[in-house]
């Protein structure tokens, strides 16, 4: 059940240029949030009547706290606002939203967990809740800014990709797949709509199982404002036509459900 919250800043710190890690404390929504899920945070500036969503990285239930990296993405967005809280500040927070990823289908089975640029952060959470054959985390870069390597290497087998090479496959994540010649039965995946389209075309031509969270084109995060809307294969019921709003009836989706 999404609630508001006022939550508080634990700790904030840059872990990349313009790439801000945030813990907060919250009552309620740490403890009721799911891998792939994601909240959205409230500007103190009055022209934004939306709040911005963000994904979580980490979630710590038994203390009711939540781990928020983000990008900032220019000035009057609302990031670069958040990026300026300090411990003990505190921030309007709704929560949990979305549908999170189905981990129960990945036991005993081979995994691909995919993430790309700011996609990368919810597959965190979600390597850390994984129980299956093996856990093969597949992540994309821009550089050798590779932000939450180290968490993520103790959390399975890493691959990474940077555009520039520097680090890694030369590439993109299905460059790095091709490379280091890996399979899967299952893959789940998020980052922005050129990545998942391939992922989910690799997906389909391999007869394989692809849950895909298209996080990258929400707005509000509340089913108010259908900026998100994907087409999809099944109407909706509720207004008949071929369309799923991302922030209400996903963001995670089966691959084979939306167009993209």
Not at 121 to 130: D, F
């Amino acid at each position: 059940m999404k609630k508001k919250e006022i939550c508080t800043v634990i700790r904030q710190k840059e872990i990349g240029d313009g790439i801000f890690s945030m813990w907060i404390q919250t009552e309620n929504i740490g403890k009721e949030a799911k891998q792939g899920q994601f909240v959205s945070l409230y500007s103190k500036d009055g022209s934004k009547l939306l709040p911005r969503p963000i994904s979580l990285c980490e979630i710590d239930r038994e203390n009711s706290r939540l781990r928020l990296v983000y990008r900032v993405t220019g000035t009057k967005t609302g990031t670069e606002e958040f990026s300026g809280l300090k411990a003990g500040d505190t921030i309007p927070v709704i929560g949990p939203l979305g549908n999170g990823f189905p981990v129960e289908k990945a036991e005993g089975k081979r995994v691909f967990l995919m993430g790309g640029g700011i996609g990368v952060p919810p597959i965190l959470e979600l390597a850390k809740q994984m129980q299956c054959e093996k856990k093969q985390i597949v992540v994309g870069y821009r550089n050798a800014q590779t932000f939450l390597k180290e968490e993520f290497e103790a959390a399975g087998e890493l691959y990474i990709s940077t555009e520039d090479g520097s680090v890694g496959t030369k590439g993109n994540v299905m460059d790095a797949i091709r490379e280091q010649k890996l399979e899967a039965d299952i893959i789940y995946a998020c980052g922005p709509t050129p990545m998942l389209r391939a992922i989910k075309q690799y997906a389909e031509a391999n007869n394989i199982e692809c849950y895909i969270s298209l996080e990258e084109r929400m707005a509000c995060g509340i089913g108010a404002c259908l900026a998100c809307v994907c087409k999809s294969k099944e109407k909706d019921a509720h207004s008949n036509v071929n369309n799923k709003r991302i922030c209400k009836d996903g963001p995670v989706f089966l691959s084979t459900e939306v167009e993209i």
